[in-house]
């Protein structure tokens, strides 16, 4: 009996199992790792929707924010423009286009630059809303899964959900018939 007992001592430890510490260094505890990686997504989450937290209350930032609206429109109908003068005054275009065509590379490339940046830049910031708008919306994941599940339990397509089991005033209640006002006038009438 002592070498058994010596030999479970060492496999399985005093207090402490020691196949069980043998195998998770070759292969994660799925439990443990379920919890660091709830906590790592909780945690990811708090800092997400923090870092998109800034208020916006001044009017100087009310102004710049309607000022960057407007190059976008500008721009969509100064080229809508530019098709419509090309149709109603041909020589008036023409004599623009010229104008333009005299316009150095060189400030056509800088044109180029401040037109990406400019788009990239609210690119960006719709991006970012876009983003806390999730980060919102993510939070009502878990309320929302509970009423689902709720609502799919009411299904009457549901395994026993008209089931009265032991409750017999139930079953009574549920094979009498509902009174019909309607019928019972016709009947009457009839």
């Known amino acids: ?39 790592v997504q909780v945690q990811a989450m708090k800092e997400y929707g923090a870092e998109f937290v800034t208020p916006r209350q001044g009017w100087f930032d009310r102004f710049m924010d309607g000022l960057n609206r407007l190059p976008r429109p500008a721009l969509a109908l100064g080229t809508l423009g530019l098709f419509v003068s090309a149709m109603v005054a041909p020589l008036w275009f023409a004599e623009r286009m010229q104008g333009i065509a005299l316009v150095p590379e060189p400030l056509w490339w800088l044109l180029g630059v401040i037109v990406s940046f400019y788009f990239g830049a609210r690119h960006q910031v719709k991006a970012q809303q876009f983003q806390r708008e999730i980060v919102g919306t993510m939070a009502y994941v878990p309320q929302v899964m509970k009423n689902v599940a709720a609502l799919r339990k009411l299904r009457a397509q549901s395994v026993g959900v008209a089931a009265t089991g032991e409750d017999a005033r139930l079953t009574a209640t549920a094979i009498t018939p509902d009174v019909n006002s309607a019928l019972e006038e016709w009947r009457r009438r009839g």
């Open 1 to 39: 009996m002592g070498l058994m007992e010596r030999m479970f001592g060492v496999l399985f430890g005093n207090g402490a199992n020691v196949v069980k510490d043998t195998v998770e260094v070759f292969r994660e505890n799925a439990e443990a790792g379920s919890a660091r990686a709830h906590t």
